[in-house]
């Protein structure tokens, strides 16, 4: 089995992202400097020139390149409903054991 798993959890499953506020990115590109995870697409002669292109290559709990966004354009999901829903997939895995 080739995929990664986060506390025992295909990582597939798990629904942590960063989503780009297109109505503030202005295209800066800090953030796809700053992530070693090719999380992110530059794409080049089109409108939307940045697009979240492999979600789930993005770290669990990560926010880091939000950091970088000095216009605020990144946000995450809740940290605590992600860990909730860790925990009930977990749940769930057990049951069908
Ligand atoms: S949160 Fe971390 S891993 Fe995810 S895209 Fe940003 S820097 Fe990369
Ligand atoms: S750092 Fe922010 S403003 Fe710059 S490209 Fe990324 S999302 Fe857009």
């Known amino acids: 089995m080739s995929e990664t798993t986060f506390m025992g959890v295909e990582r597939s499953l798990i629904n942590w992202k960063p989503t780009i506020d297109y109505s ?3 295209y800066c590109m ?3 400097e700053f992530c ?3 999380v992110f697409e530059v794409r080049e002669n089109e409108e939307i020139r940045l697009i979240v292109k492999n979600p789930d290559n993005c770290v669990v709990f990560c926010r ?4 970088t966004c000095g216009v605020d354009a990144l946000s995450f999901p809740d940290k ?3 860990t909730q829903r860790i925990k009930e997939i977990r749940k769930e895995m057990e049951t069908h054991d």
């Open 24 to 26: 503030k990115c202005d």
């Open 30 to 32: 800090e953030c796809v």
């Open 36 to 38: 070693p995870h090719k």
């Open 64 to 67: 880091a390149c939000s950091k």
């Open 80 to 82: 605590n409903m992600t």
